[in-house]
């Protein structure tokens, strides 16, 4: 029985319905895509994303590569010279050092108490911490801390330790400059644990204006000047002409 051939306006009607099934399909997929958008969004500027310190917490010591850039602000070149300088410290003189970086702290306490808790969290005996420093920057907050164990601090000094906290750190991060504060903030531990000179604290810059006002002593002795200035032009401008004057009548 022969095969029988669909008509041309059957034809049309075939491809009319595949193209607005390919429509629907594509509607779908556009819808489908703007959802996902949306609902990454939304987890992006939710609470949850928010709590990135609890997430750090959660997570293993980086012993490896000694740093949990949760901020996302350090460069790959940053990174990479952590991992290979720190590595390399900790088998030269036996000290461990992890670097963190956080958005903001949805926990309780400052600072100072989140790093300790790191500390407790990663290396949780005497033993296992006592070599042990962590370094933390928050980047909203422009602060850090350094948290160790005692024979760290003890061989970091608290001079040293201080003024990471409150000058290194909080003065880069204030421009922004969180990789320059990381790295500066390391070579200062590991320097002061090898007994090396400390490269020191960054200088604040002194953006105070200078005035282009005048002061009251500067003032009244412009006023005074002004005065006498006037004071002899009037007289110049009153007797020179009556002087004239009374030269012309007598002649």
Same mark, same amino acid.
């Not at 034809?11 to 319905?17: K, L, N, V, Y």
């Not at 928010?50 to 460069?75: C, I, M, Q, Y």
């Not at 400390?198 to 412009?222: H, I, L």
């Given at each position: ?60 010591? $980086? &012993?490896?590569?000694?740093? !949990?850039? @949760? %901020?996302?602000?350090? *460069?790959?070149? +940053? ?70 164990? $005692? &024979?760290?601090?003890?061989? !970091?000094? @608290? %001079?040293?330790?201080? *003024?990471?906290? +409150? ?85």
């Amino acid at each position: 029985m022969p095969v029988r051939r669909a008509s041309s306006s059957c034809r049309r009607q075939i491809r009319a319905s595949a193209v607005d099934n390919e429509r629907e399909v594509a509607q779908k997929g556009w819808k489908n895509a703007a959802a996902a958008m949306a609902l990454s969004a939304a987890l992006q500027f939710s609470g949850v994303a928010n709590a990135s310190d609890f997430d750090v917490l959660r997570e293993p010591a $980086p &012993t490896e590569k000694h740093f !949990v850039d @949760d %901020a996302g602000v350090l *460069s790959r070149i +940053t990174k990479g010279e952590l991992a290979r300088e720190l590595t390399q410290f900790e088998k030269e003189t036996g000290y461990h050092i992890d670097v963190v970086t956080t958005r903001k702290l949805q926990s309780r306490g400052d600072v100072f108490e989140y790093a300790d808790n790191l500390l407790e969290k990663w290396y949780p005996t005497l033993e296992e911490g006592d070599k042990k420093g962590v370094l933390v920057l928050i980047t909203t907050a422009k602060e850090g801390a350094v948290a160790g164990g $005692p &024979t760290f601090n003890g061989a !970091v000094g @608290d %001079a040293i330790l201080e *003024s990471i906290s +409150t000058e290194s750190l909080p003065i880069l991060a204030t421009d922004e400059k969180y990789n320059e504060a990381i790295l500066s903030s390391v070579k200062r531990l590991t320097n002061a644990i090898k007994k090396l000179p400390d490269p020191g604290a960054p200088q604040v810059a002194d953006t105070k204006r200078v005035s282009n006002f005048k002061t009251k002593e500067e003032t009244a002795d412009k006023r005074g000047q002004f005065t006498t200035v006037v004071g002899g032009l009037l007289v110049i401008a009153f007797v020179v002409p009556m002087v004239q004057y009374f030269g012309y009548v007598r002649k």
